[in-house]
């Protein structure tokens, strides 16, 4: 399984972005996707989940209300809209995906490169 992020960028604070990640292979391997992130100096952290289906996704406290995941399991998609974005939302955004429901932790089995995002005040 490959997973390609693209979408990230500088904005400023308050503005939005939207992150894509397409996944290829095996399609049994993206029964849930995620999103991490990690800043500089800090250690990578849990950011949303969503299943197979949709109906199930988990969000960091720190992104509640702000970040919104979703899919095109079509497309092999997972999305992250991402609105009032803070400085503190600068770091590299990575996808995740697993053959079974991981949640918030870090097991996921594949990972992608990262794609950059950062906040200026």
């Known amino acids: 399984v490959e997973l390609v992020e693209s979408g990230g960028g500088l904005v400023q604070a308050g503005g939005s972005l939207r992150l894509s990640c397409a996944g290829s292979?095996?399609?049994?391997?993206?029964?849930?996707m995620a999103w991490f992130r990690q800043a500089p100096g800090k250690e990578r952290e849990f950011v949303t989940a969503?299943?197979?289906?949709?109906?199930?996704?988990v969000y960091a406290d720190s992104v509640k209300g702000r970040f919104t995941i979703s899919r095109d399991n079509a497309k092999n998609t997972v999305y992250l809209q991402m609105n009032a974005l803070k400085p503190e939302d600068t770091a590299v955004y990575y996808c995740?995906?697993?053959?079974?429901?991981?949640?918030?932790?870090?097991?996921?089995?594949?990972w992608g490169q990262g794609t950059q995002v950062t906040v200026s005040s």
């Open positions: 995740a995906s697993s053959h079974v429901w991981v949640g918030v932790r870090p097991e996921y089995e594949y």
């Open positions: 292979g095996r399609t049994s391997s993206m029964y849930a």
């Open positions: 969503i299943d197979w289906s949709g109906s199930v996704n």
